[in-house]
């Protein structure tokens, strides 16, 4: 036990699952109100605001689908991420993983002399195998040469952004963009349909979710999902128990990185129909599914729920800057709060706080 002016706080090994949605939720709500001052800025009542905001996406189906629109990369960037941190991989690259996905989509949709109906399912499969070589580069720097997974992954994010800012600007510049840094329009065949009345890519949606039940199912009922376990919560266990470290992290990355570059196959083949400049490609989704996958806390199911939250953050955005006129970089304030209070309420879990009783000593420093 420890001490700190009147509180008490007793270690807590195994925090039960209220505890672990109760601090979660609680740090959402107050990133929420320590966000309001930012609408204040703006001449903004906050909770009119809130309010707003609400009554606009959820009022209508076409604005609600908005929500499901934005989840779809955030599912599956975000269950890939669930993956590799439950192996204690620091995997900050899904950023670029999802544009590797991307390019190869589009070599596909515009390069490959194929049949019409194996375009789509030779896209989502290039696209993976783009996003899982992506990430199995840094693995093999970690586990060859001790090369720090957060520092490779984020670096190679900036690699790929300038491979795709090149593409567009040289050898895939799309001669009927009149200029524009975009290639040409995908062909027919090469993009996905949508719900009615909707931008939603139905079929990378239902493939997010399907995805995030095999995970799942992966990392509870089979052999490597507990080698993942283990390697993640022990590593001398871990290698004490003869797991290969090489093959689990770099099984790990392959199927991390390839959902990121399905997202990355979903954002071309759904929503833009053509390569594009990264930051048009994607809005960080990249980046902010760590924050889905910390929220989520290492399950990949939670991810789904997670993201939609997130979904809800950036279709926020979208109706803050269209019709109340505010920046739509406010989301990234809010993902910035969530993340912060997330990491910051972590000590909730981990420690019960209480008064210290004024009828018995002061537990002392030297005695915890």
Request: aromatic fraction near 14%.
């Amino acid at each position: 036990m420890r001490r700190l002016g009147p509180f008490v706080f007793e270690p807590r090994l195994s925090p039960p699952r209220y505890i672990v949605f109760g601090v979660s939720v609680l740090a959402v709500v107050v990133a929420l109100l320590a966000a309001a001052p930012v609408f204040l800025g703006y001449g903004q009542n906050p909770w009119q605001a809130y309010a707003a905001i609400g009554r606009g996406i959820f009022g209508s189906w076409p604005s609600f689908s908005e929500v499901l629109r934005r989840a779809i990369p955030l599912i599956l960037c975000g269950v890939g991420l669930t993956l590799a941190f439950r192996a204690q991989f620091w995997n900050i690259g899904a950023e670029g993983q999802l544009l590797a996905g991307a390019v190869a989509a589009t070599g596909v949709a515009l390069f490959l002399r194929v049949p019409e109906g194996l375009r789509l399912p030779l896209m989502f499969l290039f696209g993976f195998l783009a996003g899982a070589f992506w990430g199995l580069i840094p693995a093999l720097l970690r586990v060859k040469l001790g090369v720090n997974d957060v520092i490779s992954t984020l670096m190679l994010n900036y690699v790929m952004a300038y491979i795709v800012e090149w593409l567009v600007h040289g050898p895939w510049k799309g001669p009927t963009m009149r200029g524009f840094a975009y290639t040409d329009a995908f062909p027919l065949a090469a993009r996905l349909s949508f719900l009615p009345a909707t931008r939603v890519h139905w079929v990378t949606l239902v493939l997010g979710v399907v995805m995030a039940v095999l995970i799942a199912l992966l990392l509870a009922r089979t052999r490597l999902g507990y080698e993942i376990r283990v390697v993640g919560q022990n590593p001398d266990a871990a290698r004490y128990a003869g797991i290969n470290f090489t093959v689990v992290l770099s099984l790990v990355m392959i199927l991390s990185g390839g959902l990121a570059g399905l997202a990355g196959v979903g954002e071309v083949a759904g929503i833009h129909w053509r390569l594009r400049s990264p930051s048009h490609i994607s809005m960080n989704y990249g980046y902010t599914a760590i924050i889905v996958a910390w929220l989520a806390r290492g399950n990949p199911l939670a991810a789904i729920f997670t993201a939609l939250l997130f979904g809800l953050f950036f279709a926020a955005g979208d109706y803050m800057k269209t019709t109340l006129g505010l920046p739509f970089q406010i989301t990234g304030v809010f993902n910035g709060l969530i993340l912060f209070f997330l990491i910051g309420f972590d000590l909730l879990m981990f420690w019960r706080v209480r008064l210290a009783r004024k009828e018995g000593a002061w537990i002392s420093q030297a005695g915890s």
